[in-house]
């Protein structure tokens, strides 16, 4: 097992595209990681219990800190399940970057930890930490870059 920053990735886990993206805030110093953790909220959820609901408001970025989610989709049959997720990985960066309600539902499929970063505490961090705040943009962005890229493959 490596261990990368605050997660500890097995060998060929985590959110990664097919052309072999980096794992999630891969080089961020221990430091950064702290200062990042620090401004967070530590939720936990048990299997079966909603981590955020499709339609909600809220503008916060969440972090898979342990366990395993799944990420469920409406459609024209009703609600399908679009992917799992583990440890590392990010939910909820649309809605942290446009303010619209959720898209989706996120549900626990195992007991989970999940770290949550609101906006307010995403600007106080960012004015602090100006660094910080860019690389934790950049990152989200290369985040749904990945996702963009899956979701296009597959509509081919």
């Known amino acids: 097992m490596r261990v990368t920053g605050f997660f500890d990735y ?11 993206a980096h794992l999630f805030l891969e080089s961020l110093a221990s430091i950064d990681w702290q200062r990042l ?3 967070m909220e530590r939720r936990r959820y048990a299997p079966g ?3 955020m609901a499709q339609g909600d408001a809220d503008r916060s970025l969440f972090v898979i800190a342990s366990g395993t989610v799944e990420v469920l989709v409406p459609d024209a049959a009703g609600v ?13 960066e649309v809605a942290f970057f446009d ?8 549900r626990a499929l195992t007991g989970c930890e999940v770290l949550r970063l ?3 505490a995403f ?7 100006p660094e ?5 943009l950049l990152e989200l962005g290369r985040v749904l870059a990945t996702r963009l890229r899956r979701a296009e493959a597959r509509d081919d």
């Open 49 to 51: 219990e909603v981590v």
């Open 123 to 129: 600007e106080a961090l960012a004015a602090r930490h």
């Open 80 to 92: 399908h399940r679009a992917r799992e997720l583990g440890s590392g990985s990010v939910l909820g």
């Open 132 to 136: 910080l705040g860019r690389s934790l």
């Open 37 to 39: 953790i620090g401004s």
């Open 99 to 106: 303010g619209m309600p959720r898209s989706s539902t996120v």
């Open 118 to 120: 609101s906006q307010d």
């Open 10 to 20: 097995p060998e060929g886990e985590a959110d990664r595209s097919s052309t072999g």
